[in-house]
């Protein structure tokens, strides 16, 4: 098999969505090369057979590279429309009024049908409607009359059929899985996914729905887009398997200026409790058009490198950009220099361990990584059942590399989201010779380390009992331990 070697200069993951300008084997091949470590199935667009054929194409690539990739399949979601308008599109003039109403009828400059009861179930006077990606605004004044709710134009502009409506000062009393997603989650889960982006996730119960569904058949990512999330957020954190920091949404509903402080925020909660995190939208959107981005865009993903993002997402830019391959090549050289910057290193060890959260575990992955950085390592080797001691190394953002061995194919492809870790599936191990032989012979096979270096193993006691991390090795390459 020939084994591409693996980009040990970037910690940080790049996820690309696939679409249109990216769904060519030849393509996705030269994306992979550029440095994707994940590829995002949108099932807000796309017939299943398409998505069939992008699935069945990344583990063909897979197993030409002889690395795991991992695949996110992102669920639509609810989406709030209105209605349409009798004559076409129609102009609001701020201060006018205009009416929305539930049950049918015919838009015109007076009012539209919304035909969400669950909006009006909540709606009060003085909450804000925005239409249209925010673009308009409306301000509710009475909604004494059942299934209708007066409102006053706050900001006006053009407004044509089913545009979309987001309701930011209220939880709406909807479940973040629609039919739709019920169906595409089944779909998703018999090919074989690794990750479900769960969108509209408001409150914990959305997360607890959604793992009753999948179990452990794949990983739940909480896209975290709805200002209601924000009211309960560490438990939703909790709950997760990973997180999204959809700042797209979360710039609709929310002042734009309070966007990087959550930003910020979330990442720093996800870090906090171990879970992967994901900085995405707009990242390199001039990219869709233009070979290269606005400086702005690159201070924009050094920043989530600054912060301690596991991984920053390509979405348009890769889907139905005109630069799909330069999109992901300008990622990847501002991962690699902004992880150059030793500034970076304070910044991402700025989140040490609490006394009173720690377990045993998680002190044993933070010792492995002051001695690598002390003894001058140049890998961190664990093995892992169910991937919690590689998350828990990775957790810590030390000095160098982390290669996670694991008997789990799954487990390897989720590990292709986690930040400086590089996930590899092999047998298990059955004896402490076998774990420091197995580790020594990986690292160099890898290409991690050479004879002479040193290595620090982690492991757990039963060996392949899962939650059981208790051991710490330092071990030196040696011939010694050359033989299978």
């Known amino acids: 098999m020939n084994l591409s070697p693996f980009k040990l200069?970037?910690?940080?993951?790049?996820?690309?969505?696939?679409?249109?300008?990216?769904?060519?084997?030849?393509?996705?091949?030269r994306l992979v090369e550029a440095g994707v470590n994940v590829f995002r199935l949108n099932f807000s667009h796309g017939t299943r057979e398409a998505q069939r054929a992008l699935y069945e194409t990344v583990r063909q690539i897979e197993a030409e590279i002889g690395r795991p990739l991992s695949i996110l399949m992102d669920l639509q979601g609810p989406k709030l429309r209105i209605?349409?308008?009798?004559?076409?599109p129609i102009h609001l003039q701020t201060g006018a009024t205009f009416t929305l109403y539930l049950n049918a009828r015919k838009g015109d400059k007076e009012g539209v049908t919304l035909p969400h009861p669950e909006i009006f179930e909540v709606l009060r006077s003085g909450h804000e409607l925005l239409l249209d990606d925010g673009?308009?605004?409306?301000?509710?004044?009475?909604?004494?009359?059942?299934?209708?709710?007066?409102?006053?134009?706050?900001?006006?502009?053009?407004?044509?059929?089913?545009?979309?409506?987001?309701?930011?000062?209220?939880?709406?009393?909807?479940?973040?899985?629609?039919?739709?997603?019920?169906?595409?989650l089944a779909f998703g889960l018999e090919l074989g996914v690794d990750w479900v982006a769960l969108s509209f996730v408001q409150r914990p119960e959305d997360i607890i729905e959604a793992k009753q569904l999948i179990g452990d058949r794949a990983g739940v990512l909480a896209k975290l887009e709805k200002p209601s999330a924000l009211d309960n957020l560490e438990e939703i954190i909790e709950l997760s398997d990973a997180v999204m920091v959809a700042r797209g949404d979360l710039g609709v509903e929310l002042p734009p200026e309070r966007v990087p402080m959550i930003q910020k925020r979330i990442v720093s909660l996800a870090r906090h409790h171990g879970r992967p995190v994901i900085v995405a939208t707009q990242m390199l959107e001039s990219m869709i058009n233009a070979p290269v981005p606005t400086r702005a865009e690159a201070s924009d993903v050094a920043t989530a490198i600054y912060d301690g993002a596991d991984a920053v997402m390509l979405s348009a830019e890769t889907a139905a950009g005109k630069y799909p391959l330069e999109a992901v090549e300008v990622m990847g050289r501002i991962i690699s220099e902004t992880e150059k910057d030793l500034r970076s290193r304070h910044v991402l060890k700025a989140d040490p361990l609490s006394d009173e959260e720690s377990t045993d575990a998680d002190v044993i992955a933070y010792a492995a990584s002051q001695i690598a950085s002390v003894r001058h390592c140049k890998a961190i080797v664990t093995f892992t059942s169910t991937g919690s001691t590689t998350v828990r190394a990775a957790r810590v953002r030390g000095d160098v590399p982390i290669l996670g061995l694991t008997p789990s194919l799954q487990v390897s492809r989720k590990l292709a989201l986690v930040w400086g870790v590089y996930s590899v599936q092999t047998r298990d191990v059955v004896s402490f010779s076998d774990m420091v032989g197995k580790a020594v012979r990986m690292v160099q096979r890898k290409g991690f380390a050479e004879q002479g270096d040193r290595i620090v193993v982690t492991a757990g006691v039963p060996f392949g009992k899962p939650g059981t991390t208790n051991v710490l090795r330092l071990a030196m390459v040696s011939s010694e331990y050359g033989k299978p």
């Not at 910690?11 to 060519?24: C, D, F, M, N, W």
């Not at 209605?83 to 076409?88: H, L, N, P, S, Y």
């Open 135 to 184: 673009k308009l605004r409306l301000k509710v004044t009475n909604t004494a009359e059942p299934g209708v709710a007066v409102t006053e134009v706050l900001v006006g502009g053009a407004l044509s059929d089913r545009k979309g409506v987001n309701v930011p000062q209220t939880q709406l009393p909807i479940s973040a899985l629609t039919e739709k997603d019920r169906a595409d």
């Open 9 to 29: 200069d970037r910690r940080t993951k790049i996820v690309a969505t696939l679409g249109p300008a990216s769904q060519e084997p030849a393509v996705m091949r």
């Open 83 to 88: 209605g349409t308008f009798a004559e076409g």
